[in-house]
């Protein structure tokens, strides 16, 4: 395994990046030497271009240098070489500058032609750069900042690219372009930016550097904390992402923070490395003392903390600098030196317009642009140096680990730099123009294992990359004195990228758990714009005494390599893999590259024995103490499991199937199965619907060896064991091992006789049986006969196996072996399955038992008849499932809700309880909507069918033909519960059916309050119960449960509000809509009434006993609803009353939207009582009420009572027949409403008569004279009832005489010949009080006849009537 260059990225829009940059050199008629040229990303120039170069023509062909179509001047020289590049750290953004514009490209994933998902950088931004006049970009970098989100700590966030102006300013930029931060640190140019980013201290003793941005003058060093300078950069983000949101102008920031070395001591600097922060030695400490001080200098007791800065150049060719800490303090900007004054203000109100304060404050005219001022520099004087006068320095590249550095000169040589000791200790020469770059390699944890010193931390190796651009190549050298590791050819105009920095705002906190992948040096080739990275192992790096072991891992890369090609030929590979795994020394590797190869999937099954084979003899050859045992097990192992895996798969493609045994005696399951064939049947027509699977999940599949080595193992004694993993898995295994049996594709006993040779224990392959033939149902349905035949033959073959039933089995005692199938059986949710295999297990259990039997010449009797009691009960429950899935399978209608279908199994059922069946089945009466009065019917049925079948054998053949076809035609649905019923007579008893769907359905309810219908049902359920015990108990439950919350908070918000609440404050009080609420209130007085019925009749009735049946008396789980019901405590009736009082009251304000405080209408007893527990007994209101309380009481029944009517003539329709239509049941205009308000009445203290007088005088009023009639009758005080009907005739009589449009000329002369006082009485009345003024004069007549009757004839207005009768005749006559 060796060093490879590996292409991670690409480049997209290469020429358009050029042309951008070199547009002002390019002439206008380019064009026309070349049209074909802008289409086109890449062309060879070779031909031309070696001419031009002389010797320079060897350079690699399989990537052709992309050059400029035209030779203008400044494009002859490759292009890249004359721009500043630089890239992210995270390799999402790539800057290209020249001059004063700029190209920013940003990461995106495509895909290619295969299919395959790559990245590329794309061009997302492109402008100018320079804001001052004359100024060029002569540095930049990209930096990106970490994310302080807590999901996504220590992952990059948003990446900033700061450049460096030869005018001396330096400019921050967002990945878009816009500019955050400009500042004149010095008037040169910017010579140089480098950046040192957290990096985790391998070793404690390492000091923790900060992180810094430094920036290089030609005379001058600044340096820029790295945390000030990350607050900064998010500050100055968010206010322009704020300042873009809200369309103003940005507020300048504050200045940065510095510090600024004026380097001395040196003629020239062209480039720099910040080290870090560095703590001498105390012999070095002395000895830099004694220099600097000479023999009588002072020592300090601790040696001081100091700054390293490395600088390149000419004379001293490479300077040291040394910096200690605090000696300096950080220069503030020139704002705060010019009002040096008002220090305090500046500094406030900038950083209040930076923070985004006083927005509203007009600003000031801006004052003409000058220069800012420039700090001076604080001296810093060179330590000590390496002087070569006429050696000039070019570059200098610091290594990740801060220790070493590559220095590259005019005179084309590379020195490698010992920073701490200050020489150089390795020099390379002939690399012209090289550039430079490092890469650290962590040891793996394979190589780490190999170790002696595995427990410590894993190493890191040290690699210089170099870069010989007049050469074309790439080199990779182990530091410090290792071997040149790798070369490249690549091309001559590639630029290596490396950035020495990772993240930016990191500490040792966020970097914990720290996983994120940066690229350390990245070669950008300009011809194919492709991104490569090197690799290196590890192992490059150790001694020639490893060189085993990394010969032992370059056949282990070998090998994978092999294994990933799909052209490889089978016995190419096989060879192949046969000669690495001979080769290779190491046993642990060894075992790696075998582990490796039985993995593939690609490889067949005679090559993996063959390759097996041989490693297995080959250590078998070697002496006994040179061989590692475990290596030896393993190949052992491995091979008998491919021999038992191609021995089973031979046996399974060969067709010498065999017919059962004649002596197999299968005539017991034969009728048994023809007895549960028309159940079978059913259930098999409800599990045939279509569904969607996926292929790799079908159980056709065939099972690749490299599954089947994974579920399997040997153990050192020999013997085969199956690993439990998924029951997918498990499923696949018997699927391969036992379906071709099962079919009659294979021979059963060979196959049986081949796994017990292998080893495997019978238990084991009775349970892969068993799962796959639960598993597998709907194919076992297909051919019940012949499936169930084949099985028996397998399970009388397993049993017969050494190991399965024990010789010394207890008669006394269940055997094991029968009771792992009726687990299976028991646990299964395949009913059909399930009752199969016990049916098969049964009689094979019989058998055997009765062989037994006979083989001991004695009669076991007891011992028989426990274990069959077993089966005989187990069959019964299969059944018994089977018919309940049935019916739990019937699909429900459409846009019905309930979820998805439940599946049951005996395990389920039992642990359900005694109500397991009952929810089951209720759940299932919920989906299907089933009406409670159709689900009575259907239990009514059950009763009355033997009845039935009675009279249709008396009357012979006398039944219709319709009839007849209706009975055959009747609802599958129907019949399958009442099998079900038939089945489970106690568990699904009429009383503990309904109490369940009771509970069901209020439970649904509760989910979603919305669909009013559910509770509806829930209470028409509590209907349908016929003890009133349960009926007590379901209510209590469903009102402490349920009820009671959402009703108190009904009370209290229609309390808050005064009035019938609208739809909003409805769903955010009680958590439903208006129309909905209306519906729950009418549904609490049912349940109330409910449960004051059940406590009357409850001494009547004597208290129900729940029983299960006797196959299902093992039932251990939670209590049925009924059992819970009945362990309810009593209620105390006039608590129930008293609640059911306010829920009416309620209802009656929403249904009929009315003004009222609900809980106004009672005293402070009454209020004390509300929501309490109806358990218990509370202090009621007794004696008179307050006269007041009652008058609000009745004028809330008297508004009702109009309501009512209001609603009664709208639902009538016209009024010329108004008796004649039926009123609706519920609703506001229901016929019940008089009878609840005179009931309310009653209860609340108020006069039942004026009610009645109320009644007649509305129903007058709104014109519905008949239905006054009616009510009339009822009135006791008929003089009052007299007196309020006479001014209601006046007003009608006043109507058609005064205020009528088509007033007639009888009507004139009978208005003149009227009595004055009669006359002005007509005239003092009010006719717009009538809500139906308009009636026929026949029933104004009837009514002033009743009037008549009513009143004395000594009343005051009995003369009055007369009057009224006279005239009102007299019109009826004239009309």
Request: hydrophobic letters at 40%; glycine letters at 6%; proline letters at 6%.
């Amino acid at each position: 395994m060796s060093c490879s260059l590996v292409e991670f990225c690409r480049l997209q829009e290469l020429k358009a990046v050029r042309d951008l940059l070199f547009q002002s050199q390019r002439p206008e008629p380019a064009a026309e030497k070349n049209p074909t040229a802008d289409n086109d990303l890449s062309w060879d120039t070779s031909d031309w271009e070696s001419a031009w170069d002389g010797g320079n023509s060897k350079e690699e062909e399989s990537a052709p240098a992309t050059t400029v179509d035209d030779e203008s001047p400044g494009q002859s020289e490759p292009w890249l070489q004359d721009c500043v590049v630089s890239l992210s750290p995270c390799s999402d953004l790539l800057v290209v500058a020249r001059e004063q514009k700029a190209v920013f490209l940003s990461a995106k994933w495509r895909t290619d032609d295969n299919g395959r998902e790559e990245m590329t950088l794309a061009v997302s931004w492109t402008g100018t750069l320079s804001a001052e006049e004359g100024e060029c970009v002569s540095s930049v970098i990209a930096i990106p900042l970490a994310s302080q989100k807590r999901s996504s700590t220590g992952r990059p966030d948003w990446t900033c690219v700061v450049v460096g102006f030869t005018s001396g300013y330096v400019r921050f930029y967002t990945e878009s372009g816009v500019l955050l931060l400009s500042q004149l640190l010095h008037e040169d140019p910017v010579l140089r930016l480098k950046c040192r980013t957290y990096e985790i201290p391998r070793h404690p003793g390492v000091t923790e550097q900060h992180e810094e941005l430094s920036i290089l003058y030609p005379a001058a060093l600044v340096t820029i904390d790295g945390f000030s300078l990350f607050q900064a950069l998010r500050a100055c983000r968010n206010q322009v992402a704020r300042a873009a949101a809200a369309g103003s102008d940005v507020v300048p920031p504050p200045p940065l923070a510095y510090k600024k070395w004026g380097l001395q001591e040196m003629d020239a600097v062209v480039d720099h490395s910040s080290v870090g922060i560095m703590t001498l030695c105390v012999f070095d400490q002395m000895k830099n003392a004694s220099n600097l001080g000479g023999f009588n200098a002072s020592v300090k007791g601790s040696p001081p903390a100091m700054s390293q800065y490395v600088t390149v150049g000419s004379g001293p060719y490479t300077g040291f600098y040394y910096a200690i800490e605090g000696s300096s303090q950080p220069l503030l900007s020139h704002v705060a030196l010019a009002v040096a004054s008002k220090l305090t203000s500046a500094l406030f109100s900038a950083a209040s317009g930076w923070l985004g304060w006083n927005k509203n404050k007009n600003e000031e005219e801006p004052a003409p642009k000058q220069k800012p001022k420039v700090e001076p520099a604080t001296p810093l004087g060179i330590r000590f140096g390496l002087p070569d006068s006429r050696r000039h320095g070019e570059s200098i590249c610091l290594s990740p680990c801060n220790t070493l550095a590559g220095v590259t000169d005019d005179f084309g040589r590379v020195t490698l730099l010992d920073l701490a000791r200050g020489i150089a200790i390795r020099m390379w020469k002939g690399y012209r123009d090289a550039q430079l770059g490092w890469l650290q390699v962590q040891e793996e944890r394979a190589d780490r294992d190999f170790s002696p010193s595995a427990s410590l931390p894993r190493r890191h190796a040290l690699f210089l990359i170099i870069y010989a651009p007049r050469r074309g190549i790439l080199e990779v050298w182990a530091m410090q004195r290792g071997p040149r590791v790798g070369a490249f050819t690549v091309g001559k105009h590639c630029r290596l990228l490396y950035a020495g920095y990772r993240l930016m705002g990191v500490n040792s906190v966020t970097s914990q758990g720290w996983q994120l992948q940066t690229q350390q040096v990245c070669l950008l080739d300009p011809g194919s714009g492709a991104l490569r990275t090197v690799n290196i192992p590890f192992h490059l790096a150790l001694s020639d005494k490893k060189s085993e072991q990394a010969k032992d891992m370059h056949l282990v890369k070998r090998l994978t390599t092999m294994l990933k090609s799909r052209d490889v030929d089978p016995d190419t590979l096989e060879s192949e893999a046969k000669s690495v795994l001979l080769e290779i020394k190491h046993p642990a590797t060894k075992k790696q590259a075998l582990e490796s190869l039985l993995s593939n999937k690609n490889i067949p099954i005679s090559c993996l024995t063959n390759v097996t084979c041989a490693l297995n003899d080959s250590l078998k050859l070697q002496a006994a103490e040179e061989v590692d045992a475990s290596l030896l097990q393993l190949c052992s192992s491995q091979l008998k499991l491919l021999r038992l895996y191609s021995d089973i798969q031979q046996l399974q493609s060969a067709a010498d199937s065999e017919a059962a045994s004649a002596n197999d005696s299968l005539e017991e399951v034969q009728d048994e199965l023809t007895r549960v064939l028309p159940t079978l049947q059913r259930y098999a027509q409800l599990t045939s619907k279509p569904s969607v699977s996926f292929a790799q999940d079908s159980p056709d599949m065939p099972l690749p060896v490299q599954a089947f080595l994974s579920q399997m193992e040997c153990t050192e004694d020999g013997e085969v064991k199956v690993v439990h993993k998924s029951d997918t898995e498990w499923n696949q295994l018997g699927n391969f091992m036992f379906w071709g049996c099962l079919c009659g594709r294979s021979s059963l006993h060979k196959v049986c006789n081949t796994l017990e040779e292998a080893g495997i224990s019978p238990q084991q392959l009775l349970f892969l049986l068993l799962s796959m033939w639960l598993r597998r149902e709907k194919e076992v349905l297909q051919k019940p006969l012949e499936t169930v035949r084949n099985l028996h033959a397998l399970l009388v073959a397993l049993s017969n196996m050494k190991g399965a039933l024990e010789d010394s089995w207890d008669p006394q005692s269940i055997s094991p072996w029968w009771q792992q199938v009726r687990c299976r059986c028991i646990q299964s949710h395949y009913s059909a399955a399930a009752l199969l295999a016990a049916l098969v297990a049964q009689h094979a259990a019989k058998a055997s038992i009765t062989s037994r039997a006979d083989s001991k010449l004695q009669s076991e009797w007891e011992a028989v008849s426990l274990e069959l009691e077993q089966w005989l009960v187990c069959v019964r429950q299969l059944e018994d499932v089977l018919v309940l899935q049935t019916l739990l399978m019937v699909s429900s209608p459409q846009g019905t809700t309930g979820g998805a279908v439940s599946q049951c199994s005996i395990k389920t059922l039992l642990e359900g309880g005694a109500g397991g069946v009952a929810d089951s089945v209720s759940k299932w009466v919920f989906r299907q909507s089933l009406a409670p009065e159709r689900l009575k019917e259907i239990l009514q049925r059950k009763e009355s069918d033997a009845l039935k079948e009675e009279q249709e054998q008396g009357e012979g053949g006398k039944a219709e033909p319709e009839k007849a076809a209706d009975q055959e035609d009747a609802d599958n649905t129907t019949e399958l519960l009442l099998a079900v019923c038939q089945r489970f007579p106690y568990s699904l008893s009429p009383d503990l059916l309904f109490a369940h769907c009771s509970w069901e359905y209020v439970v649904q309810w509760n989910k979603d309050p919305e669909e009013s219908g559910f509770l509806s049902w829930a209470v028409e359920h509590v209907k349908m119960l016929s003890s009133p015990h349960i009926q007590l108990g379901i209510c209590t439950m469903m009102w402490s449960t349920f009820i009671v919350k959402r009703l108190s908070a009904a009370a209290f918000l229609m309390e808050k509000v005064g009035k019938a609440p609208k739809d909003r404050l409805c769903r955010r009080d009680v958590g439903m809509g208006d129309k909905a609420m209306t519906s729950f209130l009418g549904c609490c007085v049912q349940l109330l009434q409910i449960l004051m019925e059940a406590d009357s009749a409850m001494e009547e009735v004597p208290v129900p006993e729940l029983s299960v049946e006797e196959v299902w008396s093992g039932a251990d789980g939670p209590a049925s609803i009924a059992e819970l019901a009945l362990e309810q405590r009593g209620v105390h009736y006039p608590l129930v009353q008293h609640h059911c009082l306010l829920a009416s009251l309620l209802h009656t304000a929403m249904t009929f939207s009315l003004k009222v405080k609900p809980l106004g209408l009672f005293d402070s007893k009454g209020k004390n009582a509300f929501f309490r527990d109806l358990t218990t007994i509370q202090l009621m209101p007794s004696g008179e009420m307050d006269p007041s309380l009652i008058l609000l009481r009745q004028e809330f029944l008297l508004r009702v009572l109009t309501g009512w009517v209001q609603a009664v003539d709208e639902a009538s329709g016209p009024a010329s027949a108004p008796s004649s239509a039926p009123l609706p049941s519920s609703g506001p205009a229901a016929d019940w409403w008089p009878s609840l308000c005179l009931e309310l009445g009653s209860l609340l203290q108020v006069n039942p008569d004026i009610l009645r007088r109320h009644l007649v005088c509305e129903l007058y009023n709104q014109g519905l004279d008949p239905r006054a009639e009616q009510v009339m009758l009822e009135v006791e005080d008929k003089d009052v009832l007299g007196s309020q009907l006479l001014v209601l005739t006046g007003q009608r009589l006043s109507y058609c005489l005064l205020h009528s449009q088509n007033q007639t000329q009888a009507a004139m002369e009978l208005l003149a010949r009227l009595p004055p006082t009669l006359c002005t009485w007509l005239k003092a009345m009010d006719p717009s009080e009538l809500r139906c003024p308009l009636l026929p004069l026949p029933q104004t007549s009837r009514l002033v006849g009743r009037l008549i009757e009513m009143l004395p004839e000594n009343h005051a207005q009995y003369s009055l009537a007369l009057h009224l009768l006279e005239a009102v005749d007299v019109l009826a006559t004239d009309d």
